[in-house]
């Protein structure tokens, strides 16, 4: 009786040589075969009369086979065979290019359901190099609904056919199945048999999206077990305490009376750290919602409980900008903030990183570098880092190693709805600032195309006549780099503008730069010694300069959707009605549709689904995933609603069953999932 651990080599048909080839597809025994679900499949089960087949496109036709396949040669090495197939209402061409033993197989006479893309129109019609099934003599419904699996070179789909044939025989009897009796019958998920004979065969389209229902949801069930294990395992660790006295002179410190969003997050962030057990949260909120304050919050609790915070900015620029956010407010308790960068002279690093040694430093904000270097920190208890940092499970691990396990916060600006947030930053507990501070108006949007140049340079120069200040941004540095296509360079961009704008006062700013020169021009503008800053995409996030009320972004079409919204997100942030000018809609259709949304709406979850639905989650994502086992199935931005339930399940049912003892075949699932993606925390 063959297993499904059995390998594919000794399947009939497959020797040693498509084993190999097998193997370039992962498929090495039948059970991998199994998991190699179809990447597509072929409705053969409409049959249309040939009569009726009145466009170019693909059919599944019955006919019998009319006239004897003929070899044509029509040039050297170059094989064209044609013969007419017919049926009640009608006659076809067929032809195969180069394929002689597909022909060959065809037998005057017999019936054959015929699937392929026709092409031309009325007698010269003809389907093209089609797959065909013999007909049985009585059979109803001849065709059926075919698989289409991925394939490598020197394959084709019937030896994928075969060796999912034979997995599928094993499958009779006792098949372990990972899901729990009770779920699959509260959401009504077919059993593991059912929904991989399915996959592998389908009678209906039905069928595969049942089926393909269960196997997404048995993904994310796994995957949200073994995240909510990662969690369960953590509360075993201790972390430091911190109390939450002081929570009322930091709100009175303030600047501002903090959203209601923002101090509940501080709330759940402060509840954190007095759980004695390590925090490790996310913060997740729409651009301008305020997530520097509820980073300040956390490290005011840290030094106010006699530890050090460090907080870490994706760039030097944006380290900068916090600690003299931060300063002025940790400087009215009494805290003292420490600013260690990689441009500052060497006689300011060491008075800093003495300071971080002794603990006199009790706030340190700079870049990755904080960590990564090995600065000495006295008593580190609180880390903040960036999404970008990708600051994961390892790190995390890594840290705790360093001895003590500080509390962990990730800021996030991607606003994404919180299910998937949930899933996407794994074992992070989420805050969401769901909410935008008070006294802000809509930024004012507008796609437009080159035509309207002339009147956009003048409303750059009315804004900064009204008191205003603009960026304007462009995909490139230098011009040299893309000649052909014209892109707008910044430096080249500057130029012009001051050509135009002469009496406007231009800077540029982009990443070749000295970190020590971008950040006194990003100073000046900030103090209004310049009205315009034309820059690449150095700005993107975080940058907080409120006096900046428009936006103008150059080549609008080669930046992502929700790249877009954080570009719009540097203005709007103060009082001043903003506005922001995407150029790139007169580049065709779909720009000009993409770019309409953005006008369309200033929510920047919106604006992450609308670009999740366009550009797919993976491109979406990126490696965004922190540490996360890879889907196979599961589709991020269309089964939100599975993925929800999933979750929940896998929280009720690891309450209940904290270990999975009694659920050896899910557990094995699970650990076998997370093991495939080495990730170092879990094994
Ligand atoms: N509760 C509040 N009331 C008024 N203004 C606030 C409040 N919270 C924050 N601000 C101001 O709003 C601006 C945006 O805050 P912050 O820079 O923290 O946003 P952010 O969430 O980091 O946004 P982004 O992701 O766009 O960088 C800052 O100028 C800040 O001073």
Known sequence: MPSVDDSIQFVKGIGPKKAKLLEKLHIRTLRDALETYPRDYEDRTHITPIAEIDMEDKYAVRAVVGTEPKVNRIRKGLTLVKCTIYDETGTLNVTYFNNPYAAAQLRVGQEYVFYGKVQGFGRGRTMVSPQSEKVAPDADHPGRIVPVYPLTAGLTQRDLERVTAAALDTLTGEWPDPLPELLRAKYRLPDAVDALSAIHRPKTKDDVAQARRRMVFEELFLLCCGLQQLKERRKADSGIVFTSNGLDSFFEALPFTPTGAQRRAIMEIAADCASGRPM???????????????????????????WQAAFMAPTEILAAQHAETLAPMLDK????????????????????????ETGAAQVVVGTHALIQQGVQFHRLGAVIADEQHRFGVAQRA?????????????????????????????????????????????????????????RITAFIDKQVGLGGQAYVVCPLIEDSENAETKLKSAEQHAKDLQKLLPHRRVAVLHGRMKNAEKDQIM??????????????????????VPNANLMVVEDADRFGLSQLHQLRGRVGRGTRQSYCVFFGADKGQVARERLRILCRTGDGFEVARADLA??????????????????????????????????????????ADPTLAGYPILLDRVQRMFAEQNDEAFN
Do not use: W
């Open 280 to 306: 490790n949260r996310l913060v997740q909120g729409d651009v301008g919602s305020g997530k520097t304050v509820v980073a300040a919050g956390l490290c005011a609790l840290a030094a106010q409980n006699g």
């Open 333 to 356: 308790l009494g805290i003292s903030c420490t600013l260690l960068t990689g441009s500052m002279t060497a006689a300011q690093k060491r008075a800093a990183l003495a300071a971080i």
């Open 398 to 454: 890594a840290l705790s190693a360093k001895g003590g396990s500080p509390h962990v916060l990730v800021m996030s600006a991607t606003p994404i709805p919180r299910t998937l947030a949930l899933i996407m930053y794994g074992d992070l507990d989420v805050s969401v600032l769901d909410e935008i501070p008070p006294g802000r108006s809509p930024v004012e949007t507008y796609a437009v195309g080159e035509n309207m140049r002339k």
């Open 523 to 544: 100073r000046d503008f900030a103090a209004q010694k310049y009205d315009i800053l034309v820059a690449t995409t150095v700005i993107e996030v975080g940058v907080d």
């Open 614 to 655: 366009q550009r797919g989650p993976g491109d979406f994502f990126g490696q965004r995933q922190h540490g996360l086992p890879a889907l196979h199935v599961a589709d991020l931005a269309a089964d939100l609603a599975l993925m929800q339930n999933a979750r929940e399940e896998a929280e009720a049912l690891l309450a």
